[in-house]
């Protein structure tokens, strides 16, 4: 494997100063919950003055603010204007995307694979009560087996659901491959990108992907936020049954509403949270300044480094050594993984266990970082094999 480039500018300590985190330890976590920078102390500070001085008129600021973090959102993902909606988390939105369809033979069948998060076939399952027919395609391993997915794919499946990139391997989807593949079956596509956006280039438009829904907490810098993305010639044909009063009409006149907003507005709920938005909104303005290009170029650099330091000491590499097929994470086999995981986190060195070790930098982790972890984890894997 040929040496890396070094790690893009951007990680210097103009931002690297952004994220108090990065003070008490080296934190390779963003696969599961990324940091927060600095700067969302004042919106906690003004949020809190506006519950302290409470006037109605306080959510037309906040209005303000969740717009403001969508168009920009939108802009980040390639979505075009009234594409994207917002809401609490990734499966209040599914189910909402589901409630949608009339699960009707022949066409009633959901493809999906035994690698995406727990959360997809669960909702899924629970949809079998109207007529839903779950279809989990098995990996047979850490990565995706796409020719057995495609091959699932036909005139009976109303639905593909799918992540980007695994959250257990981080092995990724060729997802035009697939998107073109069902759309000529007649089915359509929902992707899972919450463990790619924001660490890898996600154009939506581009991809002619359905939906895509997402999330703040993790490779974006934010919290407890998710996102849906529909596509738009879509939208007038979609009548969630799973709703609240925001979806409606006439629902900022409060009168009763007589149908369905305009755009993806009909994909709200009922009265939302901002502050989740505010905060975030912090966090994506630092990533679209560093621009995804660059934070997938110094990700695949620090990756790298994990891949060639792994396999240098025998320790086993589960995610793809194709940069292309790799996502944000490097899985490693480590025996007795989770204890290890608690052995690195008492040095300060965090990162998670999902059945394998998972170790993900973003842009504001350097190759030095990287290999300080990587030593720590030589030294306790040997210890443990004593």
């Not at 799973?242 to 009763?256: E, K, S």
């Not at 938005?277 to 480094?305: K, M, N, P, Y």
């Not at 995610?319 to 996502?327: A, K, L, N, T």
Request: net charge negative.
């Amino acid at each position: 494997m040929n040496e890396p480039p070094r790690p893009h500018s951007a990680t210097d300590t103009t931002i690297r100063d952004q994220f108090p985190l990065l003070r008490d330890c080296i934190y390779l976590n963003n696969n599961s919950t990324g940091a927060v920078p600095q700067d969302a102390e004042h919106v906690l500070t003004r949020y809190w003055e506006t519950l302290r001085t409470w006037r109605d008129d306080a959510w037309n600021g906040w209005h303000d603010g969740l717009q403001k973090y969508i168009d920009g959102l939108s802009a980040f993902i390639g979505a075009p204007p009234g594409s994207v909606i917002t809401d609490a988390n990734l499966s209040t939105l599914l189910v909402r995307v589901a409630s949608c369809f009339n699960y009707q033979e022949p066409r009633n069948r959901v493809v999906t694979t035994d690698l995406e998060f727990p959360t997809i076939p669960f909702i899924w399952n629970a949809f079998r009560r109207y007529g839903a027919r779950l279809d989990v395609v098995s990996s047979g391993g850490p990565r995706f087996d796409e020719e057995a997915l495609l091959q699932r794919i036909d005139e009976r499946t109303l639905l593909v659901c799918v992540p980007h990139a695994s959250y257990s391997s981080g092995a990724t989807i060729d997802l035009a491959r697939l998107v073109k593949h069902a759309h000529d079956v007649g089915a359509l596509v929902v992707v899972d990108a919450f463990q790619t956006v924001g660490i890898m280039p996600l154009d939506v438009t581009a991809l002619g992907v359905d939906f895509v829904l997402g999330g703040a907490h993790k490779w974006m810098c934010g919290v407890g936020t998710a996102f849906l993305y529909v596509r738009p010639d879509l939208l007038a044909g979609l009548e969630p049954a799973a709703t609240g009063w925001q979806a409606g009409d006439r629902a900022f006149t409060f009168q009763p509403s007589t149908g369905w907003a305009p755009g993806v507005q009909r994909f709200a709920g009922g009265t939302p949270f901002p502050l989740t938005a505010l905060i975030s909104q912090v966090g994506l303005d630092l990533l679209g300044g560093v621009g995804i290009e660059a934070i997938r170029a110094h990700s695949l650099a620090c990756t790298d480094r994990i891949v060639r330091r792994a396999e240098a000491a025998g320790i086993p590499v589960v995610s793809p050594v194709d940069p292309q097929r790799r996502g944000g994470v490097v899985c490693l086999d480590v025996p007795d993984g989770e204890a290890v995981k608690r052995q690195l986190a008492e040095r300060n060195m965090i990162c998670s266990w999902r059945g394998y070790l998972r170790v993900g930098p973003h842009i504001y982790n350097t190759l030095d970082e990287i290999d300080e972890f990587m030593d720590a984890l030589e030294q306790v894997s040997r210890k443990d094999r004593r």
